[in-house]
């Protein structure tokens, strides 16, 4: 027969353990549960610093598509500028005004306004360059949409982590990576100069 004292012994003795059990438990738990906010931190702040260098790509294109598009406007303004003052110098080069010698003037002027000169200041160079500078402003804003493309899918990304980091959940977390893996692809893609399929 067990004494009461010995009974009350034993009692807190299992009291002990199963709260020691409890406890190491607890803190198994507590050591997985800082393991995955740590990670899931970690991988909000690279998704961040790759956010931020494409949201620097983004800008550079979206600038360089507007800054070609000025130069584009202003070489056609050019061209056209040209082109009325040839189209002048034409008209009276064949009038019947003005002396003979003037005509002939007013005509070499205006054939040297159309012709190629050394500082491609020519109606047709102008023409040449201006398309080009527009060809360069349309490929700089398609290149544009991919990196905003990257960045939108980064920015989702981070946000599945917030909430991956409240839900406790892995899958979320894997989603998030996922959409990551896309955006930098993306990214990658376009500085390489591959355009969207969908862009024209």
Known sequence: MVEAV???????????RAEAERDAGERVERAAERTFRDHVSLMVGGFAVSLAVIHMAAAGSARESLLKGIEASDTF??????????????????????APADRRDWAAEAARLRAPDAAG??????QAKGDALRA?????????????????????????????????????????????????????????????????
């Not at 010995?6 to 002990?16: C, N, T, V």
């Open 6 to 16: 010995d009974a009350k012994e034993l009692i807190d003795d299992a009291i002990e």
């Open 77 to 98: 303004a050019y061209m056209q500028a040209k082109i009325v003052r040839e189209t002048v110098l034409k008209t009276a080069a064949h009038g019947g005004g003005g």
């Open 121 to 126: 200041h020519g109606i047709g160079q102008l």
């Open 136 to 200: 360069e402003g349309a490929h700089a804003a398609r290149a544009g949409e991919g990196y905003e493309l990257g960045e939108t899918a980064l920015q989702l990304a981070i946000v599945l982590l917030s909430i991956a980091l409240i839900a406790r959940s892995r899958p979320i977390v894997f989603g998030a990576a996922c959409l990551a893996a896309i955006g930098v692809a993306t990214a990658i893609a376009t500085a390489f100069g591959v355009t969207l399929p969908w862009v024209t």
